[in-house]
């Protein structure tokens, strides 16, 4: 049985930030959250939150059903819905570009049925802007 942490998908996925964390280091940005809040509490509540409980009541509406490849409607609203979220709390209209990451996380959601790998990612993804 192939394991989350085992999936070639899941290993390009860690892959996935490489070029952002790359454009924030030559810009010289630099996250203004504590280390803790961007690599654990941020990643449990906002997965739990959003690929937990949003994503998990769309698919089991028609958003679940509709699909384009292998991405389902509920994983594009719920990402659609985490980009807002930030722009909103953040007032920053760059925000939205977390839509794209969120589509990640909500496919691992979907292909693990669950919220680990997605925490995984998510934490992983913010230790890039740690690093920069």
């Not at 504590?34 to 998990?56: K, S």
Request: proline content about 7%.
């Amino acid at each position: 049985m192939l394991t989350w942490w085992s999936d070639p998908w899941f290993r390009m996925a860690l892959l996935l930030p490489l070029p952002v964390w790359a454009s924030f280091y030559l810009l010289g940005t630099k996250p203004l959250a504590a280390w803790w809040m961007l690599l654990i509490v941020t990643p449990v509540i906002e997965e739990l939150a959003f690929r937990g409980a949003l994503q998990t009541l769309l698919l089991r509406s028609v958003a679940g059903k509709l699909r384009c490849g292998v991405v389902s409607g509920a994983n594009a609203l719920t990402a659609l819905a985490f980009g807002l979220a930030h722009v909103l709390v953040y007032g920053d209209p760059w925000g939205m570009l977390t839509f794209f990451p969120g589509m990640v996380f909500g496919f691992f959601r979907e292909r693990y049925q669950g919220v680990p790998p997605a925490i995984a990612l998510h934490g992983y993804y913010n230790a890039g802007l740690l690093l920069i």
